[in-house]
Each structure stands twice: as C-alpha cells, then as structure tokens.
C-alpha cells in the first residue's frame, strides 16, 4: 500500500495566508455588501512596468517566428539575464558575483524551500522568530524537526527572537547551528541589518562552518545609504552565504514569476565522509534535474528591468509603495498605537491595542473596519501581540483603510 510523507501531518495548522483566506472569505459570504480592504499578503497591486511590458509583448511576437521562436532555454537563465544581474546588481556595489553563479528561477519563496534539497538531514537549524513562515514549514516538509509545542515552534529547530526590545535584529546564538535563515529587510518586521550586524554573522557563520540562507528579496526598497543590500557586501559572505532576490517586489512579478539564487562557485559544506563538496554544482545539478527554467518572454521582461526606462519605472513603483508605507506608519503613530518598519521596507509592524491577540486584533479589523492584515502570531511565537499591515495597495485604498482604522482605534 502507498503511504505519505508523514513530515506533512507535523504541520497541524493550515498555512498561515490561506487561513486568513479563509477567515475573510467567511466574512464576505455573511456580508456580501462589505468593502475590504486587503494589506495582508505581500502581493502588489500596480501594473507592470512599461518597459518590462513592452519587452515582454516583443518576446512573444519573437515567438511566433520560426527565426526567433525559443523552445527549452537553460535551466539555469538566459546568459544575457544573468550578466546584466552581476553587473548591475552587484558588481556595481563592490560584489564579488560572477553572472555563472546566478540562477534565474520562479520565485524566491521556492528557492528558499528548494535549496534544502542539496542538504542533509543532520543540520542544526536557526530561523528568527517572527520568521516567514515557509523557512519553517518547508523544513518540516523535509523531515529536518519534531513536532510542535503549543507555541508552534518545532523541536529541532533554533529560534532566535527578534523583538521591539532587540531592535528586532537577530541576534547570535550562543550553541553552534548549521543553517541560518536570514532576511533583511524583514518580513514581516521591516527591519534592516547594518553592515556591523551582517558581519558579526558572517563572522559566526565562518568560524563555525555555517551556511547563511540570505532572503533579500526587499532590497529595492532601502533607502539608507549605509545599509547594504546584499550580503556578499560583507567581506567573507562568499565562503558561508546563498542569496535569494526576486523581482516580485521591485518590478510587480509576482504574478508573471522571476527571481534569482547566488550560489558562489567557492561555497563549501561536508559530505558524509568529511570532504569539503562545491554546493554550485549541487545547485546547478538539482535546478538542471528538476527545473526547466524561467520562460524566455518572462526573461526578457526582467532584462528590461535594468534598461534605464526600467530602472526609472521601477524606482517610481518602489517609491509609491514607500509612500503607502510612510502613511500607514504615520497615520497609525498618530491614532497611538506602536509602529515599527516602514521606512526601507514595504511592511509596517503594529503593536496590537489594548493587549488583543494578534488574532483577536485580525478578526477585529475584519469585522468592525473590513481591513485585513497579518496576525503576528502566524509568524511565529514572538509575533504574538503584533500584526503586519502591507503596503502593496492603491493609494486610495491604503488611505482610505488607514481613515477605518484610526476612527476605530484613536486614543
């Protein structure tokens, strides 16, 4: 008889945004002339950049001529993609990145959930807490935890809190761990991590043979000068570092799926029998098994994305999401509650009122104002009492909820 990956049964909770899909599905059903509002999930509103729309819209006529169609592209990324990545994106900060490095897939979040494929099974695991929960969820997928306790945190895993008290930073563990997941800008915080940080664990990671799981997917968005974007800024981060980036966020494709992965050809870990083993060409070997790459059209959307018509159209969208971001920080400041992030990140992080539950804080923003959000508990254990509002919406809408919220709650 077939049996199941009984790792799936560990994860007794549904999902945290389908939950809340479902929750607000409930809510429209039973009030169907409702208008909600939703700065939940990260999922931009805006369109497509021009330029990314026009070179999209001339790959598809390239595809209906026998001259210029494309069939199977490299699993790994059109060359002319990954070039103009290294160049731009890091290189041009001081990154040591060779374009052969970089792998152009469909999403940063099944990167983060895939690159566990090439690791084994004995790792000692930390993930912040709040954390995203797929770094969590994936790992249990994979058999690498226990079971949970009733906090939800998994036996197996190393949680290191980040709370208003640490400046929500994450801090370094006193015991040895093997795989760190780190993401800055958080999410859902929206905190950064100054170079002093990165380096102190960059600094752990190589004195202790550690492998840094870097999500910088939110880059784009920092705005201060003195806080690195990517983690191989740091001298030392290519010997003990994978980073993960995407282009969900920065240029809208969160619908039309393209991100990257740096895998340095020079980072290392152990085999059973104690060699050193090139994890690129684990990588290379799994995307090469398991992938067949990222669509032509798709690539040559993101190319345009480094055109200068392109980088001019995706500042102004970055930049109207931190508008978005900076009215909902000073909107809700001024109703008294506590807000945190939202200054070099699109996520602004609540302190729930009146000691609610970040749950019971959902559900009351659902019924009584018909705005949605994140409950920080869904985050993990030290997410309780804070709640995660996004500022991927219309202007109209994030005003416009911003006006339900603070009638409501105004001190």
Same mark, same amino acid.
């Given at each position: 008889?077939?049996?199941?990956?009984?790792?799936?049964?560990?994860?007794?909770?549904?999902?945290?945004?389908?939950?809340?899909?479902?929750?607000?599905?409930?809510?429209?059903?039973?009030?169907?002339?409702?208008?909600?509002?939703?700065?939940?999930?990260?999922?931009?509103?805006?369109?497509?950049?021009?330029?990314?729309?026009?070179?999209?819209?001339?790959?598809?006529?390239?595809?209906?001529?026998?001259?210029?169609?494309?069939?199977?592209?490299?699993?790994?990324?059109?060359?002319?993609?990954?070039?103009?990545?290294?160049?731009?994106?890091?290189?041009?900060?001081?990154?040591?990145?060779?374009?052969?490095?970089?792998?152009?897939?469909?999403?940063?979040?099944?990167?983060?959930?895939?690159?566990?494929?090439?690791?084994?099974?004995?790792?000692?695991?930390?993930?912040?807490?709040?954390?995203?929960?797929?770094?969590?969820? *994936?790992? &249990?997928?994979?058999?690498? $935890?226990?079971? @949970?306790? %009733?906090?939800?945190?998994? /036996?197996?895993?190393?949680?290191?809190?980040?709370?208003?008290?640490?400046?929500?930073?994450?801090?370094?563990?006193?015991?040895?761990?093997?795989?760190?997941?780190?993401?800055?800008?958080?999410?859902?915080?929206?905190?950064?991590?100054?170079?002093?940080?990165?380096?102190?664990?960059?600094?752990?990671?190589?004195?202790?043979?550690?492998?840094?799981?870097?999500?910088?997917?939110?880059?784009?968005?920092?705005?201060?000068?003195?806080?690195?974007?990517?983690?191989?800024?740091?001298?030392?981060?290519?010997?003990?570092?994978?980073?993960?980036?995407?282009?969900?966020?920065?240029?809208?494709?969160?619908?039309?799926?393209?991100?990257? *992965?740096? &895998?340095?050809?020079?980072? $290392?870990?152990? @085999?059973? %029998?104690?060699?050193?083993? /090139?994890?690129?060409?684990?990588?290379?070997?799994?995307?090469?098994?398991?992938?067949?790459?990222?669509?032509?059209?798709?690539?040559?959307?993101?190319?345009?994305?480094?055109?200068?018509?392109?980088?001019?159209?995706?500042?102004?969208?970055?930049?109207?999401?931190?508008?978005?971001?900076?009215?909902?920080?000073?909107?809700?400041?001024?109703?008294?509650?506590?807000?945190?992030?939202?200054?070099?990140?699109?996520?602004?992080?609540v302190k729930t009122p009146h000691a609610l539950s970040s749950w019971d804080f959902f559900d009351k923003l659902l019924h009584t104002c018909n705005v949605v959000g994140t409950p920080g508990s869904g985050?993990?254990?030290?997410?309780?009492?804070?709640?995660?509002?996004?500022?991927?919406?219309?202007?109209?809408?994030?005003?416009?909820?911003?006006?339900?919220?603070?009638?409501?709650?105004?001190?």
């Amino acid at each position: 008889m077939a049996t199941i990956n009984d790792n799936y049964l560990k994860l007794k909770a549904g999902y945290l945004f389908p939950e809340i899909a479902r929750r607000v599905n409930a809510f429209a059903q039973a009030n169907p002339d409702a208008k909600i509002i939703k700065l939940g999930i990260g999922d931009v509103t805006e369109p497509l950049p021009e330029a990314c729309r026009t070179a999209m819209i001339k790959a598809v006529e390239e595809m209906g001529d026998r001259a210029t169609f494309q069939g199977y592209g490299p699993e790994q990324g059109y060359a002319w993609l990954r070039e103009k990545i290294a160049a731009q994106d890091f290189q041009a900060r001081g990154c040591e990145v060779d374009a052969s490095e970089i792998f152009i897939s469909d999403g940063s979040k099944c990167d983060t959930g895939n690159i566990l494929d090439i690791f084994g099974n004995d790792n000692i695991i930390a993930v912040t807490d709040p954390v995203y929960p797929v770094y969590v969820d *994936t790992n &249990v997928m994979a058999g690498n $935890t226990g079971a @949970a306790n %009733d906090k939800g945190e998994f /036996e197996g895993l190393v949680y290191l809190p980040i709370t208003a008290e640490n400046n929500f930073t994450a801090e370094i563990p006193s015991q040895k761990v093997d795989l760190i997941y780190l993401c800055f800008p958080n999410n859902p915080t929206g905190a950064v991590a100054t170079k002093e940080h990165l380096k102190a664990w960059v600094d752990y990671a190589r004195a202790n043979g550690s492998i840094i799981f870097f999500d910088a997917a939110y880059e784009a968005y920092i705005t201060d000068p003195e806080i690195p974007h990517s983690i191989y800024e740091i001298e030392g981060a290519r010997e003990c570092a994978i980073e993960f980036r995407s282009f969900s966020k920065n240029a809208g494709f969160t619908g039309t799926r393209c991100a990257l *992965t740096v &895998v340095p050809k020079n980072l $290392t870990a152990k @085999a059973a %029998d104690g060699s050193d083993v /090139e994890l690129w060409k684990l990588w290379n070997r799994r995307q090469s098994t398991k992938f067949n790459g990222v669509s032509y059209i798709v690539q040559r959307g993101a190319e345009a994305v480094y055109s200068e018509e392109g980088k001019a159209q995706i500042k102004e969208l970055v930049n109207f999401y931190l508008e978005n971001a900076k009215i909902i920080c000073k909107k809700l400041t001024d109703a008294g509650l506590g807000v945190f992030g939202g200054e070099n990140a699109p996520y602004v992080w609540v302190k729930t009122p009146h000691a609610l539950s970040s749950w019971d804080f959902f559900d009351k923003l659902l019924h009584t104002c018909n705005v949605v959000g994140t409950p920080g508990s869904g985050f993990g254990a030290a997410g309780e009492g804070y709640f995660r509002i996004s500022a991927f919406n219309s202007r109209e809408n994030v005003e416009e909820a911003m006006k339900r919220i603070t009638d409501r709650f105004r001190s």
